[in-house]
């Protein structure tokens, strides 16, 4: 499994599926879940007040250089992020997180 099969390229960019672990030690990709079919994103920040919300914002957009927000998924751990720009570029990206 990759990321392509945890995402969809729609107009403007793509929307990915990710699993967030809030908490964590690292902020950091984990790989991927299979079962959930879903890109694994692990969080320093707890899950409160929307502060793993932002840093998974953060995250993606560091990693892809493009704008992101959470567009499904604000109060649980699977969320749906869509990341505008060139759809090409931000999957080479997501990739090599991994």
């Keep these: 499994m990759n990321v392509r099969d945890a995402s969809r390229q729609v107009s403007g960019g793509i929307e990915a599926d990710i699993a967030v672990i809030p ?4 902020t950091g990709t984990k ?11 692990r969080v320093r920040s707890p899950p409160l ?5 932002r840093e998974v914002i953060e995250f993606i957009e560091g990693i892809t250089k493009c704008r992101a927000e959470i ?6 751990r699977q969320k749906t992020v869509m990341i505008y720009g060139n759809a090409e570029e931000i999957l080479k990206a997501l990739e090599a997180s991994l």
């Design 71 to 76: 567009i499904r998924g604000h109060t649980g």
């Design 49 to 53: 007040g929307g502060k793993a919300n």
């Design 23 to 26: 908490s964590s030690e690292v």
């Design 31 to 41: 790989g991927m879940n299979e079962w959930r079919k879903r890109m694994t994103v």
